[in-house]
């Protein structure tokens, strides 16, 4: 067997037993621990080449785990919860509604919405997203107390998501309550939200700076006498980092039966990470927001977490969500709270596939696998080889001639390319300003008797120098730029 | 001794031997892997309380290590290089030099530019900055390729970056070369920087994807037989997540005696969680750019990798870099190429500081860092308790009533906060709205004997209803609301 072809070969048991659970059971779990990085991105041009009996010692691979959910994951969609509590955030009924339909639409398993008792509207607007008749189920997120279940019940959904702080700072000046008294309250909630035949989550705030031996308590006791569906981890200031996740859920895993779910803020921009180590480390649901809107600057992000679960496993990501769906739900967001998308988001923000550099551009013409670990086309979006710098490497210039349909030489475009450098060094350069510069070329060509080419040539090699007198030099240096592409390498560029 | 203030009890060898490198001898790692989580931001509001014998069992700590560099690295900045391949990047003399100046006013250890080979004026920028007497080393990052070498030694950079292609990707689609050649080159290009006495480090490309016993092999000969003073790693293709990052650095350290520098990629929004687990592994040197710009959607960004850092190693960070330039240094760069600030930015996003739900709002009215792990005033920032929606929380009404130096009685805030809250659920509210709210309600104390109160008060009655037909509903749910605030329980809001 090929140890980076078989999960079962690679099942690294560490001294626990994988622990069943609803969302998990052992069956499944030794199937989806197949999570083997890029070798499960098959079936299109990003697909990498397998050789099973000469394996690459690849130190990227994941090693397969019995613990590792990385190939089943639900995802509980906030932005209607915490994606409320963003600064910009004000949804009214329809906008509501058109976002649940769109996160309906992509598939997310979970939809969460506001406490139905911070105002009346919000309640009515649980109810009414209710009634929609999604595929995903509904949510709401209350404070562990009956005044909160005893209407959320009512609201029509199908569960309720806890939480109470429970780490020193929040005992002593968020709710003044002492854990004895958090776990009485749990108990009791969670016992009467059963009752109506309702899912459950108890989940501690900011676990992360809670007492482990408190958390542990509290977890099992909710678990094993309040038989709740989930117990949640939430790091709700940002502070966790990924090995500290892993370590806290791998810890919480040994210690309860039922489903783990994780909330990781993004303060210091490490919350796509942590959720990937919470699943590493058999975390069963991620939280996410469109955009990652929240508290502060918010959550795990839908869009880079699912980017980030598709370079693990393609087509586990892609049977369960409509990625297609991405652009338009995260433009719907953004408009709905009035923001930009982040120039620097993943998948879609607008040079999330554009390649620029020299030896990039060079490789990514000749396979994008070389530079892209996603495929553009799997979210509907399209990739860009920028060719008006001076790092512009004449591959880039030679697949935009093509893109043209002219006729040139290697040589001719090796020259152009040394122009157009020596140009972008004085001036940012249009698209325009590169396509006239082929075009001169061409002409050139196509008319080589005629004097009106060598005048048009004259007009191009005139305007180059007095836009920079370098260019000779330039033009000096261009032997030297041949031999270096005569031995493969590309003529500039760094990566 | 106490388990949490102690690094030398926390040591927790694993097999390897802590090794010296010329960045991070023994002694002092000893001293810098005392790395205690927030333990160590002491000396301000955002102080962690510290009771050395009887500490308190928090997951979220980091547990000392000989071989973690948290409290012991070096920033390459390279907005200049990488920088310069994000899409909108074009900077001329003027914008190298003032961002140049910025970051070594910041306090970055180094600033890496483009290759001089990439165009005539790429080689006159790097002669230009090296002359310009800053206290940051530069840096230019070249191929490793004699023809490149030659040109960098010659324009007076501090050292050069040396970097080839090393997955088979790579290999095939990019360069052509085989490992034998790489070998071969980088040992004769190593050889030459040194004998010009400058500092030199060989990077692989596309690390992640690469074999491993290449890798290990590679870096061993120009290490002991270049003597190289850095490897790097890099994520080329943004693929890497933590877990692996840690392993791979970690199994590095293990074979090299230099330091070892990480280069991440953050295509899907791990960069700066994986720069944190290379250090906890034992890599010195993590480079950065401002807002992260690069190819694609870019590398670390420098800003939230120092925010990362500082929830780490209080002290150390701020003792390094001057936190106060990083907005003035990211609004520079940001108007250089063209781009907004993204919303969700780590500590400069316009929300980085805003907290909107009630439960939230109180909290840190009474202690910012029960939601805030990075203290806003470190960075020259503020933050902003958002009042003026439903999520609103009496006690974020209460702050700003004291801020308008009003006066009013708790249970007066409380029937205002409801009303407000009812608006909200109606319309967008703004601050005037609400301060106009509180105002009408002081008036009637002021005027409490004459008729125009009662009116007044009319109209602000009338004005609810017809905004919003649930005011009775709100109003009648008041006293339950109370008696959850008598028992400590903030009014709503979900955390």
Redesign the interface.
């Known amino acids: 067997m090929c140890p980076t072809c078989d999960a079962s070969q690679q099942g690294v048991p560490n001294g626990t037993p994988a622990i069943p659970t609803s969302q998990n059971p052992p069956a499944i779990n030794g199937t989806s621990s197949a999570s083997n ?2 070798t499960n991105g098959s079936g299109s041009g990003h697909a990498q ?1 397998h050789t099973p009996h000469n394996p ?5 691979a ?1 090693v397969g785990d019995y613990l590792s959910n990385v190939s089943n994951f639900s995802i509980i969609e906030s932005t209607l ?2 994606g ?5 955030a ?1 949804f009214d009924t329809d906008t509501k509604v058109r976002i649940a339909k769109a996160l309906d639409a992509f598939g997310v398993e979970y939809i969460e919405l ?2 139905p ?6 309640r009515k607007d649980c109810e009414i997203i209710c009634k929609l008749g999604l595929k995903a189920k509904i949510l709401t ?3 562990c ?1 009956m ?1 909160d279940a005893k209407l959320a019940v009512e609201t029509g959904v199908d569960g309720l998501d806890l ?1 109470i ?1 429970t780490s ?3 005992m ?6 002492t854990m004895d008294y958090i776990r009485e309250t749990a108990l009791e909630v969670i016992s009467f939200v059963k009752s109506k035949g309702l899912e459950v989550r108890f989940s501690s ?9 408190d ?1 542990l308590n509290i977890y099992s006791a909710v678990d094993r006498i309040g038989g709740v569906n989930r117990v949640g981890i ?1 790091d ?9 996740v ?3 859920v791998r ?1 919480l895993r040994g210690c309860v039966h039922c489903d783990i779910e994780t909330h990781m803020h ?9 959720s ?2 919470a699943l ?1 480390a058999g975390a069963t649901h991620v939280d996410t927001s469109v ?3 929240g ?4 959550i795990t ?1 839908l869009g ?2 699912v ?2 679960m598709l ?2 496993d393609r087509d586990y990501v892609r049977s369960k969500y409509d990625l297609a769906k991405l652009k338009p739900l995260e433009d719907l967001v953004a408009s709905a709270v009035e ?2 998308i ?5 998948v879609t ?9 020299g ?2 551009a ?2 990514i013409l ?2 994008p ?6 495929n553009p086309a799997d979210f509907g979006m399209t990739r ?1 080889v ?1 060719f008006a ?3 512009t490497g004449w591959n880039a210039i030679k697949s935009r001639v093509e893109q043209l349909g002219l006729v040139m030489t290697d040589s001719q475009i090796k020259q152009c390319t040394a122009k157009i ?2 140009m ?3 001036r ?1 350069l249009a698209i325009e300003d590169i396509d006239k510069k082929h075009q001169f070329q061409v002409k050139e060509q196509e008319m080589a008797a005629e004097p009106e080419a060598r005048e048009l040539d004259h007009v191009v090699e005139e305007q180059t120098k007095v836009l920079n007198g ?1 260019v000779g ?2 033009d000096g240096r261009e032997e ?1 730029v041949e031999a ?1 592409n005569g031995e ?3 003529v ?4």
């Open positions: 990085g890029l080449e690459r010692r690849q130190p990227f994941s919860r915490e409320e509590q963003f600064a910009n004000f506001t406490n008792t911070s105002s009346e509207q919000s997120h209350v404070r107390h005044d939480v702080g020193p700072q929040l002593q000046h968020s709710h003044g309550k705030e900011d676990s992360f700076r809670s007492d482990l031996v958390l939430a709700t200031i940002g502070v966790a980092n990924p090995r500290q892993y370590d806290l810890t993004n303060d210091t921009g490490c919350a796509i990470a942590n990937l180590c590493e955009l990652g809107i508290e502060r600057n918010g992000p880079g977490f980017a980030r370079t693990l923001i930009n982040p120039f620097n988001n993943p923000g607008f040079c999330a596939f554009t390649h620029k550099a030896i990039h060079k490789a000749a396979n696998t070389t530079y892209e670990i996603i860009y920028h710098s001076r790092l450098k020596a972008a060094d004085v940012h370098v030099e330039v030297k270096l493969g390498v590309v500039n560029g760094t990566a």
